[in-house]
C-alpha cells in the first residue's frame, strides 16, 4: 500500500466535528410522562430553540420505535426536512472508523496494541510516536493535536487532487514525522489521530479505507444510503440538507466549508439517513457479533472506556462511556460545523437516540439534547 512518504505536499487547517458535552437527561428517564405526538414535540423544540430543522428517532431491539422530523431543509424556504434526508455525521463517524479497526483485529490483520511503527517500518516517524498504538488513537491519547495548526497546509487537502489514500499519507507525514503535541497517554480530542488510525487500516486492510468501511460495516448492515461525501463530491451532488454556519446563514452543499476533506474520512465526512444509522446503532447495542464481526467479544471491546476524561466519564473508540439511569451509557456527537446529531446508546436496557439538526448554530446542542428528552419521556421508549 502507500507509505506517507509518497506524496509529502502541504495541507491546510479549519474547523472541525467537535466532541459534545455529556448532559444529565435523568429526569426523562427516571419519571417519564405521558410524551405528545414526537412531531409536535420536535416542533416546540425547534420553535423554541430557532433551529431550522430536526430529524429523530429511538432505537429498540427490532429497530425504530419512532421518528419524525420537523422544519426545513434551508431557511426562507418551505421545502421540509424529511426521515429520509441524508445528513452529515461529523465526528459520530469516528465509531466507525472503530468498528472497522474491529474487524481487522478480528482476522488477526492487526491488534489494538499495533504500533505506528509496526505499520510502517520503513517510513520516517518520530521516536514520540513510534510506541503509539491504534487503540491509543482511537482514545485520543496518542500524542496528536486536534487539527493540523498550519491554515496554508490544510487549506490545499480541499482541493483533492490526489486520491485519498494518497492525501492520508501526505497528513500522516505533516503530522509524525514531527515530535507530539500533546502528552501519549494523556487524554486530548484528536481529529488526526483518527486520520493516522484509518491510514493504518487501509495499510493492513489492503484496500482504499472507503472501500474497507463500504464492505464490512455498511453492506453487512444494510446501510444503503450511507456513504462519505467529500467537499468535492458534494459540488455534483443533488437534494441533500442544507446546511447552516455558525451564524445561521443556509450553505449549499459543495459550498465551500460545507464538508470536510476526504483526508478527514476517518473522523467525519459520513452522510446517512436516520433509518441507516438506526441499523448501525441497533447493531451495536444488541452485543451479538454477527454480520460484521465474527466474535461477540471484539464488539463489547468496543463499548469500554481506554481513557480518563473527567469524574466517571471515559472515551474510547468513538464513544464517551459512562454510567447513567439506563445502565451502562455510550454517547457522542458530531458536527461539520453546519450541521449536528447526537447519540445516546444503552446496551443495557437496548434502546438508543439519535437527534439531528441542520445547523452548526451555538444551540444545536440545546435543540439535539431537549429532542434526546423528547424520545426518552415518550412510553415507547420503555
Request: overall charge neutral; glycine content about 10%.
Amino acid at each position: 500500500m502507500i507509505g506517507y512518504l509518497a506524496d509529502s505536499g502541504f495541507s491546510r487547517l479549519g474547523r472541525s466535528p467537535v466532541l459534545a458535552t455529556v448532559v444529565a437527561i435523568a429526569l426523562a428517564v427516571v419519571r417519564p410522562v405521558q410524551a405528545e405526538d414526537l412531531a409536535a414535540g420536535l416542533a416546540g423544540v425547534g420553535q423554541s430553540k430557532e433551529v431550522p430543522g430536526l430529524i429523530a428517532a429511538s432505537v429498540g431491539p427490532e429497530g425504530v420505535i419512532e421518528s419524525a422530523a420537523w422544519g426545513v431543509r434551508k431557511r426562507g424556504t418551505s421545502e421540509a426536512v424529511t426521515t429520509s434526508d441524508q445528513f452529515s455525521l461529523g465526528s459520530n463517524s469516528k465509531s466507525f472508523t472503530a468498528t472497522l479497526a474491529a474487524t481487522l483485529v478480528d482476522e488477526g490483520v492487526l491488534q489494538w496494541s499495533t504500533t505506528v511503527a509496526e505499520v510502517w517500518p520503513k517510513q520516517p516517524v518520530h521516536a514520540g510516536f513510534k510506541e503509539v498504538t491504534l487503540e491509543q488513537l482511537l482514545a485520543h491519547v496518542g500524542g496528536l493535536q486536534s487539527d493540523l495548526e498550519d491554515r496554508q497546509a490544510w487549506s490545499t487537502f480541499f482541493t483533492e487532487k490526489s486520491q485519498p489514500q494518497r492525501e492520508r499519507a501526505r497528513m500522516c507525514f505533516l503530522v509524525l514525522t514531527k515530535p507530539p503535541q500533546g502528552t501519549v497517554g494523556r487524554y486530548d480530542y484528536s481529529n488526526l489521530g483518527y486520520v493516522v488510525a484509518a491510514a493504518m487500516l487501509e495499510e493492513r486492510g489492503g484496500k482504499p479505507f472507503e472501500q474497507l468501511m463500504a464492505e464490512r460495516v455498511f453492506k453487512p448492515l444494510d446501510m444503503n444510503r450511507t456513504e462519505f461525501y467529500s467537499a468535492k463530491k458534494l459540488k455534483t451532488a443533488k437534494d441533500l440538507l442544507w446546511g447552516h454556519r455558525p451564524k445561521g446563514e443556509p450553505i449549499r452543499p459543495g459550498e465551500p466549508a460545507s464538508e470536510n476533506p476526504t483526508v478527514y474520512a476517518g473522523c467525519g465526512t459520513i452522510r446517512t439517513t436516520i433509518d441507516d444509522w438506526a441499523k448501525y446503532i441497533r447493531w451495536h447495542f444488541n452485543e451479538s457479533a454477527g454480520p460484521v464481526l465474527k466474535n461477540d467479544a471484539t464488539l463489547r471491546k468496543l463499548h469500554e472506556g481506554v481513557a480518563e476524561m473527567g469524574p466517571g466519564q471515559t472515551y474510547g473508540f468513538g464513544w464517551i462511556h459512562f454510567q447513567s439511569p439506563l445502565g451502562r451509557t455510550l454517547q457522542h456527537a458530531g458536527s461539520n460545523t453546519t450541521q449536528y446529531c447526537l447519540v445516546w446508546v444503552m446496551p443495557d436496557r437496548k434502546r438508543a437516540t439519535l437527534v439531528v439538526t441542520n445547523t452548526g448554530e451555538k444551540q444545536a446542542f440545546e435543540a439535539c439534547d431537549a429532542a434526546t428528552v423528547q424520545l426518552m419521556s415518550s412510553p415507547k421508549f420503555r
